[in-house]
């Protein structure tokens, strides 16, 4: 199994999830009627870097409350899951969750949700991740949002890159690499 990576908007780099982090995720898809929703937190060493890699997944946590069409957080387990891996300097970058569809699609609340989140972070973090996966296929199919903040507010889906666009947009290129494209890309972190 590969990587999956997606670009993010405005020329900022990409984001990768690694194989381990795609096999967690995977294994929650919605491929029987009954199956409830999973999900839970996405978290980076680097989210300051033009190439974010998503290294660590948690969730589904115990006291979720789960069904076909929705998930509740448990907020106090995934507030430790925070803290947990922000004591090994890795930052939550986002969410991801599962759908009972083919073709992933957030809802309102999703947007709604995933904003939230951001706001939490009072002005630290200016853009957010959502991830949904789907529930057919051997390689499930895989919705990459970003909420953004600042002058306006975006909700923006982001395009899966094959090998030879990373290059072009992970700054090894020699024409059209400029510092402006940089400074524009969202920020995760602190
Ligand atoms: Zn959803």
Not at 2 to 8: A, I, M
Not at 47 to 55: L, M, R, S
Not at 93 to 102: A, D, M, R, S, Y
Not at 106 to 127: C, I, Y
């Amino acid at each position: 199994m590969n990587s999956r990576k997606f670009r993010l908007p405005d020329g900022a780099g990409t984001v990768a999830f690694p194989p381990s982090v795609l096999n967690h995720m995977y294994q929650f898809a919605q491929r029987r009627f009954f199956a409830r929703e999973a999900g839970g937190q996405l978290f980076s060493p680097n989210p300051e870097h033009i190439n974010v890699e998503v290294t660590h997944v948690s969730g589904p946590n115990p006291g979720d409350s789960r069904s076909r069409h929705g998930i509740i957080w448990h907020i106090g387990q995934a507030n430790m899951d925070r803290e947990k891996h922000f004591a090994s300097e890795r930052h939550a970058v986002g969410l991801w969750h599962t759908h009972p569809e083919e073709h992933p699609m957030p809802s309102a609340q999703d947007e709604k949700t995933t904003r939230q989140f951001l706001e939490g972070f009072h002005g630290t973090m200016t853009g957010f991740l959502l991830i949904i996966i789907g529930n057919k296929g051997d390689l499930p199919n895989m919705a990459v949002w970003l909420a953004r903040d600042g002058t306006y507010q975006s909700w923006i889906p982001l395009v899966e890159v094959r090998d030879a666009q990373i290059e072009a947009a992970s700054g090894t290129c020699t024409a059209n690499c400029t510092e402006a494209s940089v400074t524009t890309r969202p920020r995760f972190s602190p």
